[in-house]
T-cell receptor
């Protein structure tokens, strides 16, 4: 079946550092979505990508849809304390209504 | 425009009790979803409804039933709760357009089964 690998599993960074995380799939995707989940809340959409090679920014966040259509990355520049949380990637093909989800990257900022 | 709303926010059940989790969306989306999220894990799809009047099983449907009451509402029922169903449950609705699709999530229902 389809699988989606997200890495790293967790990151410990200093405030002000840049962050990078990525997801790879075993199948070709037509959509890549990046979500952030704060403690006790539901996931909130950060960036949506719909075309191979697409590079999209949302403030300090930048995400790209890989050329092979099997991967995507999310970068956060100049991290701040409110960036703490769990980041999820998700994607799908045209074949169904279901999203395939990564296991999440937990971002922790060192005091 | 409230987006996706879920009730209740918290629930404690005893093993064998039943309950229904409610979800509603006001975005006129056709598709709705129920996920569960366990500690340290991603989201697993329980059931989804591609459109009003249809429902389909996801990855982990056992022990659950769903009802797509109308276009706005999609409920999840536990007929006989088990401790393994202790989890956080999220409802989502899907926007699909010519440019692509996106799912929007509710705030979650935290369920503890004793």
């Amino acid at each position: 079946g389809q699988q989606l690998n997200q890495s790293p599993q967790s990151m410990f960074i200093q405030e002000g550092e840049d962050v990078s995380m990525n997801c790879t799939s075993s199948s070709i995707f037509n959509t890549w979505l990046w979500y952030k989940q704060d403690p006790g809340e539901g996931p909130v959409l950060l960036i949506a990508l719909y075309k191979a090679g697409e590079l999209t920014s949302n403030g300090r966040l930048t995400a790209q849809f890989g050329i092979t259509r099997k991967d995507s990355f999310l970068n956060i520049s100049a991290s701040i304390p409110s960036d703490v949380g769990i980041y999820f990637c998700a994607g799908n093909t045209d074949s169904n209504y279901q999203l395939i989800w990564g296991a999440g990257t937990k971002l922790i900022i060192k005091p | 425009n409230a987006g996706v709303t879920q009730t209740p926010k918290f629930q404690v059940l005893k093993t064998g009790q039943s309950m229904t989790l409610q979800c509603a969306q006001d975005m006129n989306h056709n598709s709705m979803y129920w996920y569960r999220q366990d500690p340290g894990m991603g989201l697993r799809l329980i059931y989804y409804s591609a459109s009003e009047g249809t429902t389909d099983k996801g990855e982990v449907p056992n022990g659950y039933n769903v009802s797509r009451l109308n276009k706005r509402e999609f409920s999840l029922r536990l007929e006989s709760a088990a401790p393994s169903q202790t989890s956080v449950y999220f409802c989502a609705s899907r926007r699909a357009s010519g440019s692509g699709e996106t799912q929007y999530f509710g705030p979650g229902t935290r369920l503890l089964v004793l």
